[in-house]
């Protein structure tokens, strides 16, 4: 089943950086870029569990911030480092609200 979750205005993101969210259990950190795009990943780094939602934001490149590990968020796969991490799909809707989609 397709579940969408309302994670209320992009504005609670600051832009250029992450929040982290609770949703059905799942730890999801949610980043608003620069460019005013918006991602969603797992919260966690699957190097050494450093916060996600902590980490630098370039673009669509997100940097863990415990030891520099460095993700694509559009895909999840790591520039640098050996894990991918997990995204979800993630969109505004016509209010401005961040809208996540678990299936």
């Known amino acids: 089943m397709i579940v969408r979750h309302n994670l209320?205005?992009?504005f609670g993101i600051?832009?250029?950086?992450?929040r982290e969210f609770d949703v059905?259990?799942?730890?999801?950190a949610v980043f608003r870029s620069r460019n005013g795009s918006i991602?969603?990943?797992?919260?966690?780094?699957?190097?050494?569990?450093g916060s996600l939602a902590d980490g630098l934001l370039g673009g669509s490149t997100l940097v863990?911030?415990?030891?520099?590990?460095?993700?694509?968020?559009?895909?999840?796969?790591?520039i640098q480092g050996?894990?991918?991490?997990?995204?979800?799909?993630?969109?505004?809707?016509?209010?401005?609200n961040v809208i996540l989609t678990l299936a």
């Open 8 to 10: 209320g205005s992009a």
């Open 82 to 96: 050996d894990c991918d991490i997990k995204t979800f799909p993630v969109e505004l809707d016509d209010n401005g």
């Open 39 to 49: 991602y969603a990943t797992q919260a966690l780094c699957p190097h050494k569990e």
């Open 24 to 28: 059905e259990g799942i730890r999801i």
């Open 64 to 78: 863990c911030p415990f030891h520099a590990w460095r993700f694509e968020l559009k895909t999840g796969q790591a």
């Open 14 to 18: 600051p832009i250029g950086e992450g």
